[in-house]
């Protein structure tokens, strides 16, 4: 009975599994719906509920098995979500001070855009970036070794002969 359950729930190989292009991102198909929004850049667990429940989606259900209609339905919901303010990400937007929702690659620009920001003004967060040194207050005695050089102990002395 053990050896029946362990082949049930095993996962499918890649030629029965189809991709589904979900806002520019390639999801397996044989991932449950509630999983594979998340997969999606800027969609968080909470959102991912927030949004089968909204659109009344059952999100134990297969991403494969889920319609056209449906999937542009949840397409469109992303792109312009009707959720709190405190689901979004982009809360009291620099730009236009609304509460907005970023996803995908606007996502990966827009926090590009705003490092940069940070560097030009040369705020404290700006000049952190600028040095490769950890942005939100954690210690530097220990971690973040990988961007000092080697020190004077450490190199390999010349022998003399």
């Not at 996962?11 to 991102?25: A, N, P, Q, S």
């Not at 969609?43 to 991912?48: E, F, G, P, V």
């Not at 397409?75 to 312009?80: G, L, P, R, S, V």
Request: proline fraction near 2%; hydrophobic fraction near 35%; charged fraction near 40%.
């Amino acid at each position: 009975m053990a050896e029946e359950d362990k082949k049930k729930y095993m996962r499918k190989k890649e030629d029965d599994v189809t991709l589904v292009r979900v806002l520019g991102r390639d999801i397996r198909g044989d991932i449950k719906l509630g999983t594979a929004l998340t997969k999606i850049r800027g969609i968080s667990w909470t959102l991912s509920n927030a949004i089968c429940k909204i659109l009344e989606l059952d999100k134990k259900q297969r991403i494969q098995d889920v319609d056209k209609e449906e999937m542009a339905k949840i397409e469109e919901f992303i792109k312009n979500p009707h959720v709190p303010s405190f689901l979004m990400n982009r809360q009291n937007d620099l730009e236009t001070g609304e509460d907005q929702h970023v996803s995908g690659a606007d996502l990966k620009l827009r926090r590009e855009f705003d490092i940069k920001r940070l560097k030009k003004i040369r705020s404290y967060k700006g000049i952190r970036h600028q040095a490769n040194l950890p942005v939100r207050g954690q210690r530097t005695k220990a971690n973040f070794r990988r961007n000092r050089r080697p020190s004077v102990a450490a190199a390999k002395k010349k022998s003399k002969a």
